[in-house]
């Protein structure tokens, strides 16, 4: 099911309904861009700390944004052993334009294209997207709009604009107290903004939402200012159903974050820092109050990536390298659990989804996501009570098994694998550091580096001194075959990096106190008795 802006206040009731029901709740999100074009030392590196990583990707966070979220909410059918039944929706957003707000992003060149090869319908996202604000965002706008200080920069162009008004005054010479005119095909958040550009420009006007648009009605000043100043009609009250259609997806974030239902992703990290900054509050600079923020907003999270990645050698599955192989894999004959798996079936209006693959539509995405999380969590169950004792699985139990997963989060190419939302993360299990010292070849630079080695294997590279470099590699077959190809080569000496041996700060150190033992003991010498 798509679901823009026309559509969106209609289905809220809905969504509420599913969310507060469900066991969890499947998530993708498609972006704008992913990453900057960073330079040096601005570049993501398996050398960066969590703290590092986190702050250079704040950065492209901050200059892209979401064009479509995917959610699948995944719901235990009551009276039938262990089967669920999936809603799945796409939402298209864009950023609220409206009074203050008028935000500024980016488009990726690579991120376009890559979408357009899966049909993404860029129309419906830029003329339809669904408005939505953080809470930083919504604080300005509410106070504007609460105390009048403020002015529109409406969605709708200057001559749309002015074609209403046009309309509106040449009716109303004609018109008497009493009569009213419909302005039809003006839905969701721009009629809102139809009405308060008429109440702004005409004082004798009365406007209401209807099914078929907006209905405007003529009435006297006096009449006009009752309606303002009673409790059903009143401004105040007015200004509250703009600044809820404004907010738009954001109302439906706060149901999410407030269900505190299982959250489930696949490499879900980026999902999660678009979700803080859009939708919550603009990322902090401390990385440590991101990972308190995220956990206070959505206290269990399961990143099907990082379970996966986990379990996959165990169970000799073939490579895969995507989400939808991870599927096909789990869905084919090679999984043992197969026929006795959780069975998932889609819900009425999500049935595209049943005979036809969607790669890269973020529903669908957000549907392989559940779907992956209860077939893998079925195979640990039935691991665990390999005897055939096996219980009646539900998804509880399902939790249970999940639960050294829980809450730890892939990151890509940093120090650490993986980031642990409820507590400290837990140290780099990646192969040692390398350390190459580069003979007879002068002004040698970290980029002439990597291409010697990239034929190999792929290494981050980082300068250590004038003529030593750092190799960080993911792969621990890569360090050895570095090490037992190099190992006689003429002007590049490899090695394994030792902190107290090839540290430039120990190395001074040494030399500082080397120095002063000397000076030490020249002045002993010199300072002893004389005969």
Request: with cysteine; proline share 5%.
């Amino acid at each position: 099911m798509d679901v823009g802006a026309d559509e969106f206040e209609q289905t809220l009731p809905l969504l509420r309904e599913l969310v507060q029901g469900a066991d969890f709740v499947g998530l993708d999100i498609e972006f704008t861009g992913l990453r900057s074009n960073l330079s040096g030392c601005q570049q993501i590196s398996l050398f960066d700390l969590p703290s590092e990583w986190y702050l250079k990707t704040r950065q492209s966070v901050q200059q892209f944004t979401i064009c479509q979220i995917g959610l699948s909410v995944f719901s235990s059918v009551k009276g039938e052993s262990n089967k669920y039944i999936a809603h799945s929706c796409n939402f298209f957003l864009f950023p609220t334009t409206f009074g203050v707000l008028d935000s500024e992003f980016s488009f990726q060149a690579s991120s376009v294209q890559f979408l357009n090869q899966y049909g993404f319908d860029y129309n419906k996202f830029l003329k339809n997207g669904i408005p939505y604000m953080n809470e930083e965002q919504e604080k300005k706008i509410k106070h504007n709009i609460l105390t009048g200080n403020w002015r529109v920069r409406s969605s709708l162009d200057k001559d749309q604009i002015k074609v209403v008004i046009d309309d509106v005054t040449r009716w109303l010479d004609l018109a008497e107290e009493g009569d009213w005119m419909t302005l039809a095909g003006i839905t969701g958040f721009q009629a809102f903004e139809v009405q308060l550009v008429l109440k702004q420009a005409l004082p004798n006007v009365w406007t209401v939402l209807s099914d078929q648009g907006v209905v405007v009605k003529k009435v006297s000043k006096q009449y006009r200012w009752y309606l303002e100043n009673t409790s059903c009609h009143g401004e105040s009250s007015w200004k509250e159903k703009i600044l809820l259609s404004a907010r738009g997806f954001s109302v439906f974030f706060q149901m999410l974050a407030e269900a505190k239902k299982p959250l489930v992703g696949h490499n879900m990290m980026m999902d999660l820092l678009h979700l803080h900054e859009k939708f919550f509050r603009p990322l902090p600079e401390s990385y440590e109050q991101f990972k308190v923020n995220i956990h206070n907003l959505f206290p269990v999270l399961i990143d099907t990536k990082n379970v996966t990645k986990d379990i996959w050698k165990e169970l000799n599955f073939p490579r895969v390298s995507n989400l939808s192989e991870v599927y096909e894999v789990l869905n084919s004959d090679l999984n043992p659990t197969k026929k006795s798996g959780p069975v998932i079936v889609h819900a009425s209006k999500c049935e595209k989804y049943v005979e036809t693959k969607y790669p890269h539509e973020a529903a669908y995405d957000a549907f392989l996501c559940g779907s992956v999380l209860l077939k893998v969590a079925h195979l640990l169950l039935q691991r665990i009570h390999s005897n055939g004792c096996t219980p009646e699985p539900s998804f509880s139990q399902y939790l249970d098994v999940l639960s050294p997963y829980v809450n730890q989060v892939n990151l890509i190419r940093a120090g650490v694998p993986k980031i642990n939302f409820c507590g400290p993360d837990y140290p780099s299990i990646r192969p040692p550091i390398l350390i190459v010292s580069v003979k007879r070849w002068p002004g040698v630079s970290e980029q002439q580096v990597y291409r010697e080695f990239q034929n190999l294997c792929k290494f981050d590279v980082r300068r250590l001194a004038r003529s030593q470099f750092l190799l960080l590699t993911n792969k621990f077959k890569d360090a050895r075959n570095v090490l037992k190809e190099y190992r006689h080569h003429p002007s590049l000496q490899v090695s394994l990096y030792r902190y107290w041996r090839h540290s430039p700060d120990i190395t001074c150190l040494l030399r500082v106190c080397g120095i002063i033992t000397t000076w030490a003991l020249i002045a002993l010498l010199l300072g002893g008795p004389r005969p």
